[in-house]
């Protein structure tokens, strides 16, 4: 009888190089089981439904045809292909569609990320900081199109700074990735932006000869991406767009995720960045000029603005990987055509299981955007009123959307404008009241659907010539009654004085 016994060396080589695989199967099991979690955000209602809309009208929207107070103005969709992808799975699948469709995008994000950084770093490394990208992106990790994007903005970037790593400049196979990060999301402009300081860096570093050539090469590749850019169905007006978005001035900090990082509790971003500093200073870790500004770039986005945050986690590990390996180092390993064999029926397991458990999963739960940004019941009442011009609560906006009914304002914060949306925040949140009387009244608003709890739900309660006809613990609807009279009565004391 003979015995075949499996050497150490055999398994480790087989195990090594599989780290993204197991990276995208456990960020897809965990995002698909926390599905739920995806669909939190009003947004995502407003995407599928235009989405669907330019499937049934096989055209891109080029003004508003969703709400009634900007119907008719300019607007164009920068996103308009994830939304058709979010549209057609949900028509397909429902709910665990889109859910699906973003968690294996995130994935998918995190496993690339994986194979450029186990490039030039061990796997230990390399796995410590797909797990603190994962930490600072999963509060952004949700069913709306940016996040299609991000597996493309790594593809792309980590193409360009490999071949910055190695002097030279990068295939103009990477430039059809520009024209689908373009038709995915508006965040193509910062790739485009990136250009540049990554081929100063590359020119830098490369010997004095071949400098004018490494330039003329990059400056070839930085015009194709940019003819790239303008392949959608908006042309060169996709790239004007973002304009729009960075120019809404006070209006971005009221947005959650156009905030600033707040540093008066605790966060995983405050923990990981005093963590990367005391590394730095304990291993006196050093990096070359270009990429420490680059790297403070990166820094200053994600410190103004929490969104960047992702960005920050996803694009800092790519600029940072090749030097840290020179000074840290890195094992090297070339898979042999066995182990390369053995690993291609590991990935085909792996993926067999994932549908299964999907499918299995699926069965057995039923995905549902948030309740608390959805009235259901209190747009149901609002239908059968026969009303058109309805106050809506910012985060009501993508529910009306999605149920037919025109919004008094919704997620489109650019299409509204700076004035517009302040405005509508001051008169909600009563910063400013005689705001919300000004907006009622200039729009010949018939009605009001706002959150139960809101300063403007409680002063209509007040107010005669508005009458309440609908509450529950979501939304409460008002109607304008020439004859109505206040709700509720102000308590007075007998015998108090004024």
């Not at 989405?51 to 607007?75: C, K, N, Y």
Request: glycine share 8%.
């Amino acid at each position: 009888m003979t015995m075949t016994v499996a050497s150490p060396a055999g398994e480790a080589s087989l195990s090594r190089g599989l780290l993204p695989l197991w990276i995208f199967v456990f960020a897809y099991a965990l995002l698909f089981l926390a599905g739920d979690r995806l669909l939190i955000d009003p947004d995502t209602q407003w995407q599928i439904t235009v989405g669907q809309w330019i499937l049934d009208h096989h055209a891109v929207p080029q003004t508003d045809a969703f709400s009634f107070t900007m119907r008719g103005e300019a607007w164009i969709s920068t996103q308009w292909l994830a939304q058709v992808a979010y549209a057609g799975v949900h028509a397909w699948f429902g709910w665990t569609g889109p859910v699906v469709l973003a968690a294996a995008a995130s994935a998918l994000t995190f496993a690339l990320l994986a194979r450029f950084l186990s490039r030039s770093l061990s796997e230990s490394a390399t796995f410590v900081f797909v797990a603190v990208a994962f930490a600072l992106t999963a509060p952004h990790i949700l069913a709306r199109p940016h996040v299609l994007a991000l597996p493309v903005m790594v593809m792309w970037l980590g193409g360009l700074i490999a071949a910055a790593d190695r002097h030279d400049a990068p295939s103009l196979a990477l430039v059809p990735l520009m024209a689908l990060w373009a038709n995915l999301h508006g965040g193509f402009v910062f790739g485009l932006s990136m250009i540049a300081p990554i081929a100063l860096d590359a020119i830098v570093n490369a010997q004095g000869s071949s400098r004018k050539p490494l330039m003329l090469r990059w400056t070839v590749f930085a015009l194709a991406a940019l003819l790239a850019s303008c392949c959608t169905p908006y042309g060169w007006n996709s790239l004007l767009a973002s304009q729009k978005i960075l120019s809404l001035g006070s209006a971005l900090p009221l947005i959650t995720e156009w905030r600033a990082m707040d540093f008066t509790h605790l966060h995983p971003f405050e923990v990981c960045l005093l963590g990367a500093i005391g590394l730095a200073l304990y291993r006196g870790i050093t990096l070359p000029p270009l990429r420490i500004m680059l790297l403070l770039g990166l820094l200053h986005m994600a410190l103004a603005q929490g969104r960047a945050a992702e960005i920050l986690a996803l694009v800092a590990p790519l600029i940072v990987a090749a030097p840290l390996a020179r000074q840290v180092g890195a094992a090297e390993f070339a898979p042999s055509d066995g182990t390369i064999s053995n690993r291609g029926f590991v990935s085909a397991c792996a993926a067999i299981a994932l549908v299964a458990g999907t499918f299995a999963y699926a069965s057995l739960h039923r995905f549902m955007p948030y309740a608390g940004n959805s009235p259901v019941a209190a747009v149901a009442a609002l239908k059968k009123l026969n009303v058109e011009r309805v106050f809506n609560d910012y985060d009501f906006g993508g529910y009306l959307i999605a149920s037919g009914v025109s919004p008094f304002i919704d997620g489109r914060t650019e299409l509204y404008g700076e004035k517009f949306f302040v405005d509508h925040n001051a008169a909600s949140g009563l910063m400013e009241p005689d705001n919300l009387f000004r907006l009622l009244d200039a729009y010949k608003c018939e009605a009001t659907l706002m959150r139960t709890q809101s300063a403007a739900t409680k002063l209509l309660d007040r107010v005669d010539g508005w009458k309440k006809v609908y509450a529950d613990d979501i939304a409460t609807i008002h109607v304008r009654a020439a004859g109505a009279a206040h709700t509720v009565d102000p308590a007075v004391e007998p015998g108090s004085r004024f």
